[in-house]
């Protein structure tokens, strides 16, 4: 017996039929043609952003007053320390959010006419603080709450408290939405199978509206990381701050430019997750509907 005799007792092995091998064909002509497409109209972009952008009188001194190596080498350091503050403002702010978020979208589908006060009161604090400018925000918080209590907060505390006051609005209402969207007929099913409220809300409505709302929830996780840039209105010395004392001394936006590139650093990794699992979600949803 050759090492290519199927083994005794095995199944036969089929055969390819002729319309899968035409499937197959067809795939790899298609995404053979797809890469020569994609690399043709990257090669247009590139020569249209060096005749429209690179090759303008003018960009010279675009590059000089906010690309400069030297400058971006010199403030990096200063904007680094503040860029560290802005991390820390998102990791406690990452925790706060989420817990005020979940408590104010449990509240929000609390059942029953008892309730209507609550869900009144959350109704109007998201629909206030969704609509509120972020600055403003900042602004009644940073200079509303030390002057209430006549002390002097420092402004991370600040800072993650207008984080929290804004994003658990937007986060709440994505989790009240994922509540929402899970069939009633689960919470039915396990109300039938002597589960509690409690119980029914963290074993089996949670768990499935969790799926449902991650792509969201990131999406509003990256829009906080660029937002917590914003707490340098509180004379937190922070990245913008820090490169905005550094513009001062160089007379040379590139320290900005600095700043920028940091927190870009920051989301793309987010963003490509948002996107891996979007994607993953896609695929799941419509399995067998693609040819």
Known sequence: MTSDDPAPGAPPARAVSTLELERRAYRRRRSQRSVVVAIASTLAFAAIV?????????WAQVQES????????????????????????LAISVVTVGAAALVLAILRTLRGPVFFPVRAIVAGYTDVF???????VLYLVGFGIPTLLNERIPPVVLGVTAVT??????VAEVIRAGIEAVHPSQRLAARALGLGYVQTLRRV???QALRKITPPLMNDFISMQKDV????ILGAMDAVRAAQAETSLAYNF??????GILFILLAIPTI??????????????????IL
């Open 165 to 170: 006051i804004t994003y658990s609005a937007y």
């Open 272 to 289: 490509r997750v948002t996107d891996w699992y979007t994607e993953r979600l896609r695929r799941r949803e419509q399995t067998g509907s």
């Open 66 to 89: 906010f690309f400069d190596p030297a400058t971006a080498i010199a403030s990096f350091p200063r904007i680094w320390d503040g860029f560290l503050l802005n991390l820390q403002v």
């Open 50 to 58: 060096w005749v429209t952008v690179l090759n303008t009188p003018g």
């Open 229 to 232: 840039g914003l707490i340098s």
């Open 205 to 207: 409505v949670l768990p």
């Open 130 to 136: 969704r609509g509120l400018p972020f600055i403003i």
């Open 254 to 259: 590139t320290p900005y430019v600095v700043a």
